[in-house]
């Protein structure tokens, strides 16, 4: 096991390599020039060659490139090529603002979507299946930010119970709450539809198993014939998924906090496409490959943890 | 069935709760002045540097001069640092003399000092440092020095109207005076952690969040009403609406459109302010591309447009149609009889109001029967994207089409400079009539090719612009206009070069939009708002909030 | 459990049907909408009316107008005709495209398909939204960008779909008759390959164009997308939220027509791979 874990983490180190490396390269082909950015338009050609060169934007590409480097490995993310702040400190306040959203997804989709897709699976070609399908495929093809406007309309604009948007902070809590609420129930509804799927299909795959039937013919109670054999079985490939589910859920979060305005990750990395702030964008797309790789990583772990046979490939 | 009921009565109770609860949890604070700004963070707090809405708006709770535009109105001059001036007969020496007991702000373990010319000097040689001040040319030629404590002098190597020299000691740009000693031990830190004199004084900065100021009991015009100003970035439109209706902000900048000003006044407690001098907008023909190197095509887009209805597609409350180059209210601003009457003397058409027959013989005479298609890039912001939408609409029945290349905003500044529009729209605001006829229409400020390029798209005094085989220029004029010492005969120096410019259809200016603002009713500004520089309302000691 | 009733098997069977069918009529219509758009709609999507900015639905207008005074129900057929359009191009470039390359990638094996596969994974390990953003950021906006943009995001689908048979049949061919493999053997294998993906590739197709289109809307929406001023749904919802206080149909309608459309070919590939894949349809 543990040698399978090393193997896997050593995978994933040339993953987050080729990631900067593409991050890198891609922000710095683009157009658009951070230093003319802060000082406007009105100020002089000397104002803003002296800025690049104090942004050390007028050294080659490659020597740019080892510098990030460098400072990566020592874990410093840099400074913001607009304000001069250290990056560190803002991923760490926007962090949070990220994590609760997609935590609140996560859970909200496991919580509604693993049960319907359970029910909806053993009372397959029934009414009540044939509804929950049209329903999870219809959560599939809502566009996030389309229900997370809709979401907006109806509980912040026309019956004005939530906050349009914004996050509030940790010191309050039930601010935060309120602020969390809509765009936690955008994402938490995408995602049941989801797992809803997944775990549906999981499921009907799992059914028609001779063991199951075994089990069955053995006369277990139906409760124990699911929970013992059904879910057990189910949860590798439902695990396998969790990685590609961590990317939705990613891309979905960053569409609900600009609805929203929330001041999490999704937000810094559109506002710094915006200012053309190469450090702070490339450390946001860092830290979100970062998440992704570990995802993946702990997936893979798992699955390793499950299914033996997968440590020995 | 049971769990059913249950789930539902409890779905009942929690929405109720939330419902009435809502208000409550989302509380409201008094006393301190709360306003948002559409950005999502500062650049630059240096006041030699700020230019930004947002940044300008912190800096002027901040910072003051010499010399003040009035509150509220940007047509007069008031006292302010300096309690009363002079300049010499031969209009090179301005000695100005200056108030006691100004104190400068506590910051870190330092509890403030008074200012002396020591600081107001040390200040202008800042201000004239290309490498500390993105405004040296305006001080350019100068210096500056200490006569006693409290009286500083400055030379000019060539005498300029008091129109002229007036706006670069005022509390704007580079007017703005930073004290010696914070400036100097902070460096670069200063940016983000100014020290200035101004009515409100630095507390902290939360980035991408928002900046605290608090009073400053030894503001020399008086103590501040509001015990503190927070200035929040909000780069969202729908967030700072909702936070003005719950009243978790008091002070909103909006956009210049006219379905958001009606929405704001249709809230209850709101208020709207919409104030100038605002920013004009002008199109901008590059000669030096075809075909707009031909006169009859310039003249041909201008008669195709209606400068009603850009400004009506901005807003009426907020835009309206300019017709010179210099906007009203701006001294040299020519209004539109004056533009008619003179037409009608000199047998020339300067006001090219709308006239689609013009248009096609135009356009026909100079080989475009069916029209033309040009590229131009534009940038996303909302101020620009607007106009030019509905002119590109405009244009398009005329059969001119424009293909719209959408950049960022530095992108398109970028772009325009190194000359690569046909068409340019510019939306600004210039301190004084000779500093924009001198961005657009001289020579040297040329782009790319200038001696010293500054804006001047068009490339007016490089071309021929009527098609007579000279080369058409308005340098010296501008030159000798800079140089007149009499109001009446500025002004009227200022109007010549603006009809040569409009004969020569070198640019269309289309309009001035105004800024708008939305605040609760409650919020007192102090003063009658009628224009205001800085691009916000002025936020001073005798702001409050009356409650 | 009961056995699946009489009951069950023809609801299965109709729902099998019924999906499918309800899903290539949705899919139709909005089909038909995007290619007719220039005919059916009652004003010039472009023209501009600023005086009759913002008006709710009514009779001679009846989605509203938006806040250039432009017609939002003529807007959404032509933004129904670029989305799709950019849809359509980018899901039939990135098919050639990715088939060829996953063929190709585990023709060839050893490192050219390692390296391959790792890319196209890493390309598949970013949220779709994230990564179409910074292409969009490098490339610059234009509906030709976007179709670049979502055609990079389409590749990896379909090359991992091209990947694993060309693996299977190049074993069986492998041991099958070593020394026939010569030049001949790509062309074998592409016989073989190419109609055994067939059906698949029509089925994900249908899906993943489900996906451009929501793509290309989050694009818009994000600000990244095709600009202004032709209309895409994706931009004319991300227009419409400065209003949705006041003007609420702009984003709501324009939006409906996204959701609609997709889910029409979500319901299509959906109906179609219930038909196509023997598994789940067991007993």
């Known amino acids: 096991m543990i040698a399978y874990t090393i193997r896997r983490a050593l995978i994933a180190i040339p993953t987050l390599f080729i990631v900067l490396t593409i991050t890198f390269v891609l922000i710095r082909i683009a157009p658009g020039d951070p230093a003319e950015v802060r000082l406007g338009d009105y100020a002089s050609k000397e104002a803003v060659e002296a800025l690049r060169k104090e942004m050390g934007l007028n050294k080659p590409i490659w020597i740019q490139y080892l510098h990030t480097l460098k400072d990566l490995l020592q874990g410093d993310f840099g400074r913001s090529m607009v304000n001069g702040r250290p990056i560190s400190k803002d991923l760490i306040r926007s962090l949070p603002y990220t994590l609760e959203l997609t935590l609140v997804g996560i859970i909200f989709g496991a919580v509604f979507g693993i049960p319907t897709g359970v029910y909806t699976a053993l009372k397959r070609n029934t009414l009540a299946d044939y509804i929950g399908r049209i329903l999870s495929l219809g959560g599939l093809s809502f566009p996030t930010f389309y229900l997370g406007i809709l979401l907006m309309l109806a509980f912040a604009i026309k019956i004005p119970i939530f906050p349009v948007v914004g996050a509030g902070d940790f010191s309050n809590l039930t601010k935060n709450f309120y602020h969390l609420f809509l765009p936690g129930l955008t994402l938490g509804l995408i995602m049941t539809a989801y797992v809803t799927r997944m775990t549906r299909s999981s499921v009907l795959n799992i059914l028609n198993e001779d063991y199951v039937r075994t089990a069955r013919a053995k006369g277990l109670t139906e409760r124990k014939v699911i929970y013992i054999h059904l879910l057990r079985n189910a949860l590798l490939p439902i695990t396998a998924l969790i990685g590609i589910y961590a990317i939705v859920l990613i891309g979905g979060s960053v569409m609900v906090e600009i609805v929203f305005s929330r001041p999490g990750l999704g937000k810094m990395m559109i506002g710094a496409l915006k200012q053309r702030d190469y450090t702070t964008l490339q450390a946001v797309m860092i830290t979100f490959t970062s998440f992704v790789v570990l995802i993946n990583l702990i997936t893979d772990l798992m699955y390793g943890l499950i299914d033996p046979r997968v440590r020995y490939k | 069935m049971k769990g059913i009921k249950m789930a539902f009565i409890t779905v009942l109770v929690v929405g109720v709760f939330l419902f009435l609860g809502a208000p409550w949890a989302l509380g409201a604070d008094r006393e301190v002045l709360r306003i948002s700004f559409d950005a999502g963070d500062i650049l630059d707090l240096h006041p030699h540097f700020a230019h930004t809405t947002q940044d300008r708006g912190v800096v002027h709770l901040i910072f003051t001069g010499l010399v003040r535009y009035k509150a509220g109105d ?474 | 459990m009961k056995q699946p009733s009489m009951r069950g098997k023809i609801l299965r069977t109709f729902f099998r049907n019924k999906t499918s069918i309800i899903g290539a009529c949705i899919s139709l219509v909005m089909f038909l909408i995007a290619i007719l758009a220039p005919w059916i709609s009652p004003y010039d999507p472009l023209k501009q009316n600023v005086y009759y900015r913002l008006t709710p639905p009514e009779r001679s207008h009846l989605l509203g107008t938006d806040e250039y005074g432009r017609d939002v129900l003529s807007r959404i057929f032509t933004g129904a005709q670029i989305s799709f359009l950019v849809s359509v191009i980018s899901v039939a470039l990135g098919m050639v495209i990715g088939t060829a390359l996953g063929v190709i990638g585990g023709y060839a094996g050893g490192r050219v398909e390692t390296g391959l596969m790792r890319l196209l994974d890493i390309i598949m390990s970013f949220p779709d939204e994230v990564f179409g953003v910074m292409v969009m950021i490098v490339l610059g906006p234009g509906m030709e960008n976007v179709i670049i943009a979502i055609t990079v995001l389409m590749i990896p689908r379909f090359a991992r779909m091209g990947h694993a048979p060309t693996l299977a049949i190049k074993e069986v061919d492998y041991i099958a008759s070593a020394k026939s493999i010569g030049a001949s053997g790509f062309r074998i294998i592409m016989r073989h390959i190419l109609p055994n993906i067939f059906g698949e590739t029509v089925v994900m197709s249908t899906l993943w164009l489900g996906t451009a289109i929501r793509l290309e809307a989050s694009l818009s929406f994000l600000g990244v997308g095709v600009p202004p001023p032709t209309p895409t749904l994706g931009n004319m919802v991300r227009m419409g939220v400065d209003f949705l206080a006041v003007a609420p149909w702009v984003s709501v309608f324009a939006g409906l027509a996204i959701l609609i459309s997709i889910f029409g070919f979500n319901l299509l590939g959906d109906g179609l791979r219930d038909i196509t894949d023997p598994k789940l349809y067991a007993r």
Not at chain 2, 133 to 143: I, L, R
Not at chain 2, 240 to 254: A, H, T, Y
């Open chain 2, 74 to 547: 940007i047509g007069k001059f008031e006292p302010d640092l300096a309690e009363r001036w002079e300049v010499s007969k031969d209009g090179l020496t301005w000695t100005f003399h200056l108030r006691r007991g100004v104190m400068v702000h506590p910051w870190k373990d330092n509890p403030g000092y008074e200012l002396t010319s020591e600081d107001v000097v040390y200040s202008f040689k800042s201000a004239a440092d290309p490498k500390r001040s993105a405004w040296a040319a305006e001080y350019a030629g100068m210096t500056f020095e200490p006569v006693d404590k409290y009286t500083v002098r400055f030379t000019l190597q060539k005498p300029i109207s008091e129109l002229l020299f007036l706006p670069k000691v005022a509390d704007y740009a580079g007017g703005l005076i930073i004290p010696k000693k914070p400036a100097e031990e902070l460096g670069e830190g200063f940016r983000t952690h100014p020290v200035g004199t101004g009515p409100f004084i630095f507390n902290k900065y939360l980035p991408k969040e928002k900046i605290v100021t608090v009073r400053h009991e030894k503001f020399y015009r008086g103590v501040p009403k509001l015990a503190g100003v927070e200035v929040f970035f909000m780069s969202d439109l729908s967030s700072r609406k909702f936070g003005l209706q719950n009243k978790e902000l008091d002070v909103i900048e909006g956009p210049p459109s006219q379905p958001w000003v009606e929405e704001m006044q249709a809230l209850p407690g709101v208020k709207v302010n919409v104030f100038g001098p605002g920013e004009s907008g002008v199109l901008h023909f590059n000669m030096t591309k075809k075909p707009f190197d031909d006169i009859r095509v310039r003249r041909a887009i201008a008669y195709a447009l209606s400068r009603d209805e850009v400004a009506t597609a901005i807003g009426k409350a907020i835009a309206e149609a300019v017709y010179s180059e210099i906007p009203n209210p701006q001294p040299g601003w020519i209004t539109r009889d004056e533009l008619v009457q003179r037409g009608k003397k000199d047998k020339k058409d300067y006001l090219y109001a709308p006239d689609r027959k013009k248009v096609k013989k135009l356009l026909t005479e100079a080989g475009f029967p069916k029209g033309f298609t040009t590229e131009i890039s534009l940038t996303e912001r909302g101020e620009y994207q607007v106009p030019m939408q509905n002119v590109v609409a405009q244009l398009r029945e005329s059969g001119i089409n424009v293909k719209l290349n959408v950049v960022d905003h530095a992108t398109y500044h970028s772009n325009i400079r190194k000359d690569m529009n046909t068409i340019v729209l510019y939306n600004c605001w210039r301190p004084t009539a000779d500093v924009r006829l001198t961005h657009f229409g001289h020579s040297s400020s040329i782009v790319v090719t200038g001696k010293k390029p500054i804006t001047n798209f068009s490339h007016v005094g490089a071309v021929d612009a009527d098609g007579d085989g000279k080369v058409d220029n308005v340098d010296s004029l501008i030159e000798s206009a800079r140089d007149m010492l009499d109001a009446k005969e500025q002004l009227a120096h200022w109007k010549e070069i603006q009809f040569k410019l409009l004969d020569w259809c070198i640019a269309y200016p289309v309009f001035i939009k105004r800024f708008t603002f939305a605040r609760q009713d409650y919020v007192d500004w102090g003063y009658d708002l009628k224009s205001t520089l800085i691009l916000s309302p002025q936020i001073n000691e005798l702001t409050r909030t009356t409650k």
